[in-house]
């Protein structure tokens, strides 16, 4: 109706920038404006304590310290660390320096370290003293600084700056740099379903809108205290300490599930939420002094990854006195995507994701693009501002991941008669396994570089603690074929996740009439091999 | 270090860009496939309740209908109505449809009305049946076409199709329209005491960012029930509607606060949280009922505009036995932008905002551009996704407004020494005077307390010595109110530069179409007074 150039008048011109930008570090300096002398993060290993206001002076340090080492905005840098107060300092003082973050699992081998460092074009490192001398070698080969370790261990001197010397005498004064919301953020590593991992590019946008969902999904309010333990390399964790400090939140770090170290912790900093792998909690539930533990700072208990047995679940409701609710998502789309809400629990049996959050839509598709109805089965495919950019450098894969306008997640479900998702199974062979994705397809292929083994069908079978274990099923057409020596042939070339529970030789491996191996078959033969 | 020509896969290429993109009919359409059959919407007045999927659909037939009628995205569709549901199926409609709403209040003057539909260059109109004989004539001069018109008396009838007669033949499904978080959703005229109204431009993006507030300074929860009853022309309701979609909670829609009304509201539909102004709960605080109603379900009451008393406040907190906090906000940063929580309340007192909510830096400036320290007082200035794109048409007061790289909010205030935001008064209504600021409500609300000052406006009259001259105009509804008597009065209570120069009284002061005294009026009257 109108004439289309009556326009208003738009900020592209007369407003700065950064007044509407959403990137990660605004979340860190609103953080420090809003509850300065608020303590933001506990380390009980360290005894340490740092305040939203100091924790964003001290990203500000570290992020002019990049600058100042020569480091410019758009170049990457990997942090290689486990859990600690100075993880999350680099790891932020990066973003606010507009580096490109590329967060590295330590416990992988080093072949798969130097693929991720050479295929995201890592320009400089830092890394956890300990983790150092395994890596080292990998580093010197590329000709990679290691700008400053973080010390964890008292072992050994490495030549390299300690984190704090490193960022310390910087100006804490946030760095002014070019950033907008679409501006790439962090490259993060997803065991594939081919041999090499493929990097997940997230920009700032995905990483603010996912944490946002981590806020209304957790109802993660100013009077809690979440204790962290997850690995700050995989993106659950990272999403976390972000909701932490959108709404001025605590969290206790911790570096990993130790169940004397975790009671000690919720008992001592009074602990309101804490999110573990079913696997915890069925192992702190074993415990002759569970019931003596005082937990009642417990107000939620998030799982994740795999389901509870409802007999187990309810156990857990009433021992730690909690709500329990189950969180999901993935690297892809900055999670978490859905929630299984507390009202929920114990009504239904299986693996629900609940119902989705704010920032994401959850559909079902089928193989021809088409969406399909409550009750039927396909792939769980999102919509939102938490879905990745694309895969790096992988143009194919990226376009195959965003057929038909939707993402794509690699995961099977469907919606139940209330609305409820329900997953079903990964559309590739992925195993889920302690909390860990493991490729079917990589550890087959390295299985059968042993002489021993002439075929082989590598599936995830239930297991008690580690959800589903990797599991080898092998034929081998000489005489005598030798379990103990493929694994450890395999512990000596793939990651300890990676590896086997067990290696079993049968005679023959279901196939198809094409001869293709029918790994469901294979699966469903020996569900019950760890009962 | 790198060659800045390494590229990451941007999804530019090769995603849809509906995947990612942030806009308000995101909030409706997931809301209706998250918990499609639960109740969204309940109006008591109608009896009505409609579940978040049936409004999801409605919103949908609305947008189809809007766009079959001939309306182009872009265009401008102005709304002149008061609550009701089919006022969110309007609005929804329209900005699915990619149109740009204008949201008009209809108990402005015709004339203010003819100047806001001619600024916003609107296209077409819905209205409802009550104002339609007001506003005929200004339509008609216009040629302005009503699509529709809401129908809520029952007296005559209106030559429009009625609304849901309009849209409900169309289809149910989401009109395929290119849309972007940056692109305009709606046009909303700010009341001007100072000048005519002007129209603040807000993308999808600040309406999505700003809701998002809102969720986190109410923590609203999908067990929520929310009272709205405040007007949905003004951006707080539309703000707290879109909180309830984004986490599945249900609102009760009422036309305006009546009191019995309101209590029968909460009684009847177990409603947790309610958002009045403080003279609403003085009204129903002096209801000799109040201690038999059953109020039990509250669970957070939230003021706004204007602080209440600690007295009234206690008993606020123990008669409603709720929780109170303040919420604040204004049209050009979508609100809330802060939150006064409940643990502070009675701490403090005066007209405490609090601290700054997720999407939103607050800080305050000198009229230099340099951002003032604790305790200092200055211009409270806004950054975050929620802030307008600028004034319509109005390039001068968008570039004041954005001036030194934030958002000028013209409110005046400080961060106190536990870093609280503490209001002060309107930029506006700042006297500069012999070098002091002088809060001219402050002057105000001394001078009201006299008996012969039943109406008053100060204000800075152009003064040889002074500068300004803080200047009092009067209006008393006794007879022989004395001058003499008010400024002696002013002299015991207010410091000598707060105390006016002068006492006037007028036989009425100008005001607004919303009774609000227009102090520039006032001002502009008596430029010669000390001349």
Chains 1, 2 share one sequence.
């Not at 991720?116 to 395994?134: F, N, Q, R």
């Not at 860990?436 to 002439?454: A, C, I, M, P």
């Not at 239930?462 to 030798?482: C, I, L, M, N, Q």
Request: charged residues 25%; proline residues 5%.
């Amino acid at each position: 109706m109108t004439d289309q150039s009556i326009t208003h008048t738009t900020g592209g011109e007369l407003r700065d920038p950064r007044i509407t930008r959403v990137t990660a570090g605004d979340i860190v300096r609103r953080a420090g404006n809003r509850r300065p002398d608020k303590d933001a993060f506990v380390v009980p290993a360290t005894d340490e304590r740092v305040s939203f206001g100091e924790f964003d002076d001290r990203v500000n340090r570290a992020a002019n310290a990049f600058l100042e080492s020569g480091l410019a905005s758009r170049d990457r840098l990997a942090i290689v660390a486990a859990n600690s107060l100075e993880f999350l300092e680099a790891y932020f003082g990066a973003l606010k320096a507009g580096l490109v973050v590329v967060p590295i699992n330590p416990e992988i081998t080093t072949d798969d370290v130097g693929y991720e460092l050479d295929h995201a074009s890592v320009d400089a490192l830092v890394v956890e003293d300990t983790y150092y001398p395994k890596f080292e070698g990998v580093f010197e080969e590329r000709d990679l600084e290691t700008l400053a370790v973080i010390e964890w261990s008292d072992e050994g001197t490495v030549p390299v700056p300690e984190f704090r010397a490193f960022a310390s005498e910087h100006d804490a004064a946030e760095p002014e740099v070019e950033l907008e919301g679409s501006d790439l953020a962090q490259i993060m590593f997803t065991s594939g379903t081919t041999s090499r991992p493929k990097g997940v590019c997230l920009p700032h946008r995905a990483l603010h809108a996912g944490s946002i969902n981590n806020v209304v999904g957790g109802e993660v309010s100013r009077n809690d205290v979440k204790c962290g333990l997850l690995p700050m390399f995989h993106c659950a964790m990272l999403s976390q300490v972000k909701a932490v400090l959108h709404v001025s939140a605590r969290m206790v770090i911790l570096r990993g599930f130790e169940p004397n170290q975790f009671l000690e912790c919720v008992e001592t900093y009074a602990v309101t939420d804490v999110t573990l792998l079913p696997s915890m909690y069925t192992e702190l539930l074993a415990r002759d002094d569970i019931r003596d533990r005082d937990l009642s700072s417990l107000r939620r208990c998030t799982y994740a990854m795999t389901p509870i047995g409802n007999e187990t679940l309810a156990e857990c409701i009433e021992v730690f006195g909690a709500e329990f609710s189950l969180g999901s998502g993935q690297t892809e789309a900055y999670p978490p995507t859905c929630t299984y809400h507390p009202e929920w629990q114990l009504e239904k049996e299986g693996n629900y994701w609940g119902t989705a959050l704010p920032n994401t839509d959850i559909a079902i598709m089928d193989d021809d693009g088409q969406l399909l109805s409550d009750g039927e089965v396909g792939e769980i495919v999102y919509r939102g501002p938490n879905v990745m950019d694309g895969y790096l450098e992988n143009e194919e894969r990226t376009r195959e991941a965003f057929a038909h306008g939707w993402f794509h997640s690699g995961d099977v479900g469907y919606f139940d008669e209330d609305g409820l998702l329900k997953f079903v199974d990964r559309k590739t062979d992925m195993v889920k396994t302690g909390g860990e994705n493991v490729s079917t397809q990589k550890v087959e292929s390295v299985l059968l570089d042993h002489s021993d083994v002439d075929e082989v069908a590598v599936v995830g079978i239930p297991h008690e603690r580690w959800g589903e274990a990797v599991t080898a099923f092998a034929v081998s057409y000489g005489d005598d074929p030798d379990p103990d020596d493929v694994l450890e042939y395999a512990r000596g070339t793939l990651a300890g996740f990676e590896t086997p529970k067990a290696v079993e030789f049968l005679a023959e491996l279901p196939q198809t009439a094409t001869s293709k191996v029918q790994k469901h078959v294979v699966s469903e033969n020996h569900e019950d091999y760890y009962r």
